[in-house]
């Protein structure tokens, strides 16, 4: 039996309808992300579990969000935090049971809260059978193409294949024994060595993942979070890549196309998907996870016969000043207009810094892959006003916006974690030069005053929570007017009643350091400059991310909503 998502309208949400008589859900959701090991644990052994999201769930409705995704729960070695899977179709033990996901499913869905799911195509687990039963096949064989195995070069073959390198450093290949148990061929892993990438030449690989989509859909999910989306296809020739490392995850535009992401060849396989799913009644979506600039070319991925959202990026990575931000605004809305898509928003999620750290670096800053406890430490205060700012300019917005657990709370990364407690293989593969993304990975805080800050029953965190967490609770925050989880409730329950996710975007005139823009009926300032500004005339706030000065003007880095004055 499928669970379905109640049909029950929620506070000015519009029919929510499954059976897709309603609107497009997804095109104005707010999608939460949960990063299911670090959101609740309910077995007390410091590892967040399904259990754990379900005895939640209330707080998420009370949340005001429309749907959740989940990071991975599936069976994995964890050499990836669950991104290396090795089951497709069960739930690991350290997160409950394949009955714990269906009742996951049945409880978000008696909640009118819908439920996607994080799917993981351009690699398995190195223990996952298909990799076991390569590694004792012969090269050639039809278990090994379901990889990319390949003769290394030079004379004994002891150079790797090609010069890519892996996303998390080092080679992204590693040279396995014969089944004779001599050295043998390579295998390709963009990410660690733990990662196998596949082959989607392979039938095999494609018919295996219609199956597994087809294995969820009939549980009840409502869409899937495709995990590097860019990357399934490579050119075919494996040609070599000359550029440095960090080029290839495909952000930089000024550069040839990498060999390794962005190929044309996988919009085939994300059609036959879209196929798939539209089979299925209602309105299950594909979500792209993929690291692809320009936004006219991550629009591909949201043609009306592919998927249906793609992660905004270069949004998340825009520098906080009013320049960049219309400019990034503005190409956002242009290209996934063009191809009939919403536009997507994001600020924070399980790989990046927290935003309410980010925004607190010197301004247009690269993006450092974590910080550490002797790195010049980012100012909390400014990082946190600033991230209101953001958000509250984010979730006015036209289009579908993703939270990231504990964004709410107005977490900040963790940026003194002991490194020996680091669990990222970004940390081990860069030889401790990369810090990785565990900063922004710890359990989030509930509760002020119970073990692990509420996360679980005991104290167990499988990475140590700052004693800071305290004030960041939930429970510390709830009721509390002006804090930040009161902000992200108010603004979300003023986003759905005021349809801003579905309205139009018109810029206003504006000094330099200024964004003015309105959605329908509201008015959006944002002030980046160092002066305070005045909102339009005839318009009262609605809503601020920050304190007003004395007179009522907008001080810096501060967002508000307004309306015209009812008199
Ligand atoms: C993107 C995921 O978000 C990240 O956490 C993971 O490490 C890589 N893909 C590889 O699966």
Not at 229 to 256: I, R
Request: hydrophobic fraction near 35%; aromatic fraction near 10%.
């Amino acid at each position: 039996m499928v669970n379905t998502p109640s049909t029950r309208t929620r506070d000015g949400a519009g029919t929510r309808t499954r059976d897709g008589a309603g609107t497009d859900w997804w095109r104005e959701a707010v999608i939460y992300q949960i990063y299911p090991r670090s959101f609740a644990d309910s077995d007390g052994d410091g590892i967040g579990d399904l259990p754990g999201v379900v005895a939640r769930l209330d707080d998420l409705v009370a949340l005001g969000v429309d749907a959740i995704w989940l990071s991975p729960f599936y069976p994995s070695p964890q050499a990836d935090a669950g991104y290396d899977v090795a089951d497709y179709r069960d739930v690991d033990p350290i997160f409950g049971r394949l009955a714990d996901a269906d009742r996951l499913i049945a409880e978000a869905h008696d909640r009118g809260l819908r439920v996607i799911v994080d799917l993981v195509p351009n690699h398995t687990s190195s223990a996952h059978p298909w990799f076991v039963e390569a590694l004792g096949a012969e090269p050639g064989s039809s278990a090994r193409d379901r990889y990319v195995f390949r003769d290394g070069r030079g004379p004994d073959g002891d150079q790797p294949p090609n010069s890519w390198r892996s996303v998390f450093g080092g080679p992204a290949w590693t040279r396995v024994d014969g089944p004779d148990g001599t050295p043998g061929q390579w295998y390709l892993h963009l990410f660690d060595a733990g990662q196998p990438d596949l082959n989607w030449d392979s039938a095999q690989v494609r018919d295996e993942f219609v199956a597994i989509l087809r294995f969820w859909l009939d549980r009840g999910v409502d869409g899937f979070r495709v995990d590097v989306a860019h990357g399934l296809v490579k050119q075919a020739d494996l040609a070599d890549w000359h550029y440095p490392e960090e080029t290839t995850s495909g952000d930089h535009v000024d550069q040839p196309r990498p060999p390794m992401w962005d190929q044309d060849g996988v919009h085939e396989i994300y059609r036959q998907w879209r196929s798939v799913l539209d089979e299925y009644p209602g309105q299950q979506i594909l979500v792209a996870e993929a690291w692809v600039q320009p936004a006219e070319r991550l629009a591909a991925y949201v043609r009306p016969d592919e998927m249906h959202q793609a992660f905004n990026f270069e949004y998340l990575e825009a520098a906080w000043t009013s320049e960049a931000q219309r400019t990034v605004i503005e190409r956002s809305l242009a290209a996934t207009e063009a191809v009939g898509a919403p536009t997507t928003w994001v600020l924070s999620n399980h790989d990046v810094l927290r935003h309410a750290t980010r925004l607190a670096l010197p301004i247009g800053a690269a993006r450092p892959r974590g910080i550490g406890a002797n790195d010049p430490q980012p100012d909390t205060a400014l990082g946190l006003r600033r991230a209101r700012a953001a958000t509250l300019l984010m979730l006015a917005l036209p289009g579908s916006a993703y939270l990231y657990q504990g964004e709410e709370l107005g977490l900040p990364e963790h940026t003194t974690l002991p490194d020996e407690v680091r669990q990222d293989p970004t940390w081990r593969r860069t030889d401790h030069t990369e810090r990785g993304r565990d900063g922004c990975r710890v359990p989030i805080p509930w509760e002020a005053d119970s073990p692990s800050y509420g996360f679980g029953p005991t104290d167990a965190s499988w990475l140590p929570q700052p004693p800071v967490w305290a004030e960041y609770a939930l429970d510390r925050q709830r009721d509390v007017p002006g804090s930040t989880y009161e902000l992200y409730r108010t603004a979300l329950r003023l986003r759905r009643k005021l349809g801003l996710g579905a309205g139009r975007l018109r810029w206003l005139e504006s000094p330099e350091d200024v964004l003015a823009f309105c959605v329908d009926e509201v008015t959006v300032v944002t002030n980046f400059g160092a002066e305070p500004v005045s909102l339009p005339p005839g318009t009262e706030p609605l809503i601020a991310s920050g304190p007003l000065n004395g007179s009522g003007r907008v001080p810096t880095d501060v967002t508000v909503w307004a309306r015209q004055r009812v008199r």
